[in-house]
């Protein structure tokens, strides 16, 4: 089977293991293509975030370790637990594809379709991948901004077992424990790995708020992950994989504090997949069948600032069927490394949901199929030249279906350390099915005509490697320059009682970074986002949309057994929609505002104590930054940590 990133099973297990800051993962093995390809024959911008980084940063959740990514701006309403969007290269949050090994995890049953970063740790990640630009050719609807592929821990091919795990705990009465072990018996790998977190946490309400109580919310959470995969022979593999997840956090409404509004979200996933070689290792070709549960129920009971009670619930599922090859394409002339990938995926959903209070109530009972034919060619000329070429179809029941594609061009100038890239493709976001079929009491009805929102983009890019003073990677400097145009974007009429395609928008902007490495015991990457994202109807900025990001981080390693990894996170000004922002009093106001810019400072310090076991600090928002990332939600206050990591 084809997924974001090529399944190597030897080389990043044995990375996975290790206890100690463990050495980089090479960007040798990831794919922008659906076939495999080397990270600097990519058409497009990617991000991979290694377990090492994972480690040596301290990115405990998928929002952390995003949160210094080129081109995504995330939005949370709270600490963990808490509704987390992120916006990719200006797009709105149901533009973003989240992957789990290949795998689909957007709620069917959330309004909008997009996905919660809040809730998923990183204990059992290896890999972090981020794909950006419209790459709906490759994986469908919602790809519009961009896929975020998580790749979970591999097994080591030489240990029949290799025991991990670690703890940890500090202020706010935080503890976050994690145990697994995984190795290789003969033909069979396998992954056991369980984690639970818990957390007093902060109040999310601004304290700038006359009416703030002060409350704080809470989260406490549970995971779990197990594979077991089958080698026969080389070149055939069979996997199963199961993944559980629940948490539990105490939620936040803005102007008033709410000490009583909780959430629960539990998520099952499973995969079953297989893969061979045939033609003598030409053709591979694998099929994968996978599923995934998502129940989330939010309560608000009683309190000093109401007698009403809620209980709102939400069930989503999604059967996803895919068949997928790759065919090595013989060479000819000045064309070498031909592949042709193609496949077909069909995909079943369903969402199931109640919420509000009596006289005011959401129902949504409907499900959808949708069935996509796609197929990628690339071939590298003259050496120095990369080609690739995508197309795919997709077919949803009840509306009109999308076609997508997405062409790139890949050129090494080794002579002066450099690659250029230029990519151009089209993306689209199939309607959720609350858009469809969801009902507000009696004067809301959804439209289940509508159009996916769709758009088309482009980008150049480039990076060069500078030596100096005797290193051949002194600095690296890169930028990409995209642009997108959005049309039939998703929203409510003027009389609030139905969803039209009524909005267009277009985006453009950069991703600068500069990396510099003077000595081997530093580094650091310093990189820029600027975003100008606008109505192109009102000529308005869009919300929650910055025009300038800019994130530094470090590892520095004074010593051979330590590693420091500060990080420094900027954010712009953004504009708030009306009636989405509020002043002191908790007063609405009837037109847009901005959102004041903010700064968050963290560290993380690790100690390789011995061997097979290190001792950590992790510090975040050490300045205490009172910054409110969506109006009226502040970032969690000053908190430290300080724990073990072990392989044994």
């Known amino acids: 089977m084809r997924r974001l990133s090529l399944f190597l099973a030897s080389g990043l297990a044995a990375l996975a293991t290790h206890a100690r800051a463990q050495t980089a993962i090479p960007d040798t093995i990831v794919t922008g293509t659906r076939i495999p390809a080397p990270a600097e024959r990519v058409p497009a911008a990617v991000t991979v975030i290694t377990r090492q980084q994972i480690e040596e940063r301290g990115y405990q959740s998928l929002a952390e370790a995003l949160v210094s990514v080129p081109g995504v701006r995330l939005a949370p309403l709270g600490g963990l637990g808490a509704q987390t969007t992120a916006f990719l290269r200006g797009n709105s949050g149901r533009a973003v594809l989240v992957l789990l090994d290949g795998v689909p995890l957007n709620d069917p049953a959330e309004a909008s379709g997009a996905f919660n970063l809040g809730n998923d740790l990183l204990f059992d990640i290896e890999r972090v991948e981020v794909l950006r630009g419209p790459t709906s050719a490759l994986y469908g609807s919602s790809a519009v901004g961009g896929v975020i592929n998580l790749v979970t821990r591999r097994a080591p091919a030489d240990r029949a077992i290799q025991p991990y795990g670690e703890l940890a705990g500090g202020t706010q009465r935080t503890l976050r424990g994690g145990l697994g072990a995984t190795g290789t018996v003969g033909a069979f790998d396998y992954l056991l790995s369980g984690q639970s977190a818990s957390t007093e946490g902060s109040n999310a309400t601004a304290p700038r708020f006359e009416r703030s109580l002060g409350e704080r919310d809470g989260f406490r959470g549970g995971f779990g992950t197990a594979r077991l995969g089958w080698t026969p022979r080389q070149g055939s593999r069979v996997e199963a994989l199961l993944r559980w997840r629940q948490t539990n956090s105490g939620l936040d409404n803005v102007p008033g504090d709410d000490p009583n509004y909780s959430g629960e979200d539990r998520r099952y996933y499973g995969q079953l997949r297989g893969e061979t070689r045939l033609l003598d290792g030409a053709w591979t070709t694998g099929l994968r069948i996978a599923a995934t549960e998502d129940r989330r129920v939010y309560s608000n009971l009683p309190d000093r600032l109401g007698s009403a009670t809620t209980r709102d619930f939400y069930r989503g599922t999604r059967t996803t069927l895919d068949w997928g090859n790759t065919l090595r394409l013989p060479s000819f002339s000045a064309f070498e490394d031909g592949a042709l990938g193609f496949g077909l995926t069909h995909t079943g959903e369903e969402a199931r949901s ?161 990396t510099l490495r003077p000595a081997a015991w530093f580094e650091t990457t310093a990189a820029w986002t600027i975003t100008e994202a606008f109505d192109a109807a009102t000529d308005r900025r869009l919300p929650r949309r910055p025009e300038h990001v800019v994130s530094i981080t470090a590892r520095v390693a004074p010593l051979p057994k330590l590693v420091i990894a500060p990080t420094v996170l900027f954010t712009g000004r953004s504009p708030e929609a009306a009636f989405a922002s509020y002043d002191n009093g908790g007063n609405s106001y009837t037109y847009a505002r901005s959102n004041p810019a903010g700064t968050v400072v963290n560290l993380t310090a690790t100690w390789q104590a011995f061997e097979q076991a290190a001792v950590f600090l992790e510090a975040r928002n050490l300045g205490n930054s009172r910054w409110e990332p969506a109006n009226g939600f502040v970032t969690p206050r000053r908190s430290l940590l300080v724990g073990t990591r072990f392989a044994l």
């Open 354 to 514: 109640r919420s509000g209070g009596a006289g005011f109530q959401t129902l949504v009972d409907a499900s959808q199929h949708s069935t996509g034919g796609y197929a990628t060619l690339q071939y590298r000329a003259f050496g120095r030249l990369d080609l690739t070429a995508g197309l795919r179809h997709d077919a949803t029941t009840g509306f009109t279906d999308a076609t997508t594609w997405r062409v790139g061009v890949v050129l090494a100038v080794p002579e002066i350390g450099s690659r250029l890239r230029v990519s151009a493709g089209t993306g689209y976001a199939a309607p959720s099915l609350y858009q469809r079929f969801g009902v507000i009491s009696s004067f809301f009805r959804g439209n289940p005509d509508l159009r996916p929102e769709r758009s088309t983009g482009w980008e150049i890019g480039s990076e060069t490697d500078i030596p100096a003073f005797g290193r051949a990677n002194f600095a690296t400097p890169s930028f990409t320059y995209f642009q997108s145009r959005v049309r039939d974007l998703i929203n409510y009429d003027g009389g609030f009682s139905t969803l039209v395609n009524v909005d267009r928008a277009r985006i453009h902007g950069a991703e600068l970074g500069l």
